[in-house]
T-cell receptor, first 114, second 119 residues
C-alpha cells in the first residue's frame, strides 16, 4: 500500500517557467514532509521540508505548499532551470510516532527544456 | 565533513547467494536508514537503526536484515538472493530522534548507493 503517491511519473517544462510537482499521502499521522532531488548515479539530496503546522515554506526558487485537509502537497520551482532536471521524491514522516521512519513516493522525473 | 559512504558501489551475485552491504554515516549522525530503489517503485523503506537498535522496519521478508555498530556504522545483509532483489540499495543517516528539539533532525543525507545485480 503506497502511503505517499506521486501520480505523475514525468513532467516537462520550458526553462524560465514554473514547475509544479504534486504529492498525495494517505496516512493522517504524517506531520512532517520533505522533498528530495536525485540525479543519476547519485543519492537523493534534501531540498526543502514543511511541518504540518505550516501551509507554506519557501527557500529561494523552491516553495512547498501543504493542504492538510486534502492530504496534498506540491513543490513549485520558479523559474525552472535546466539544472533542475532530476527525479524529485516526496517524503513523509510522523514526528510523533516514528520520528526517523521516512516514507518516500515513487518520484517524478522533471525535464527542464532550454 | 565527509558524507555517507557506501561500499561496495557495484556488485554482481547469483541467485541463492548472500550479500552484505556497508554504510558509514556522517560523523555525529546516530540514525541510519536503508532503502531499496527499483524502477517505478521509488525508495522502499527497509529499516532504521539508532544506537545499535532497530527502531523501524519496512515490509520486507526476513531475508533482509541489518545491524548497527557502536560507531554508528551499519551493514545490511540479504540472504538467499532472488532475481527481484536486483536494485540500488541506499543508505542514509541523520541526527536521529535522540537529537529531538533540533530542527530537521530527521533530514536524511544519502550515500551514492550500492548497485546489486542478481543473475
Amino acid at each position: 500500500d503506497q502511503q505517499v503517491k506521486q501520480n505523475s511519473p514525468s513532467l516537462s517544462v520550458q526553462e524560465g517557467r514554473i514547475s509544479i510537482l504534486n504529492c498525495d499521502y494517505t496516512n493522517s499521522m504524517f506531520d512532517y514532509f520533505l522533498w528530495y532531488k536525485k540525479y543519476p548515479a547519485e543519492g537523493p539530496t534534501f531540498l526543502i521540508s514543511i511541518s504540518s503546522i505550516k501551509d507554506k515554506n519557501e527557500d529561494g526558487r523552491f516553495t512547498v505548499f501543504l493542504n492538510k485537509s486534502a492530504k496534498h502537497l506540491s513543490l513549485h520551482i520558479v523559474p525552472s532551470q535546466p539544472g533542475d532536471s532530476a527525479v524529485y521524491f516526496c517524503a513523509a514522516s510522523s514526528i510523533r510516532t516514528s520520528y526517523d521512519k521516512v516514507i518516500f513516493g515513487p518520484g517524478t522525473s522533471l525535464s527542464v527544456i532550454p | 565533513k565527509a558524507g555517507v559512504t557506501q561500499t561496495p558501489r557495484y556488485l554482481i551475485k547469483t541467485r541463492g547467494q548472500q550479500v552484505t552491504l556497508s554504510c558509514s554515516p556522517i560523523s555525529g549522525h546516530r540514525s541510519v536508514s536503508w532503502y531499496q530503489q527499483t524502477p517505478g517503485q521509488g525508495l522502499q523503506f527497509l529499516f532504521e537503526y539508532f544506537s545499535e537498535t532497530q527502531r523501524n522496519k519496512g515490509n520486507f521478508p526476513g531475508r533482509f536484515s541489518g545491524r548497527q555498530f557502536s560507531n554508528s556504522r551499519s551493514e545490511m545483509n540479504v540472504s538467499t538472493l532472488e532475481l527481484g532483489d536486483s536494485a540500488l540499495y541506499l543508505c542514509a543517516s541523520s541526527l536521529g530522534r535522540g537529537a529531538s528539539g533540533t530542527s530537521g533532525a530527521n533530514v536524511l543525507t544519502f550515500g551514492a548507493g550500492s548497485r546489486l545485480t542478481v543473475l
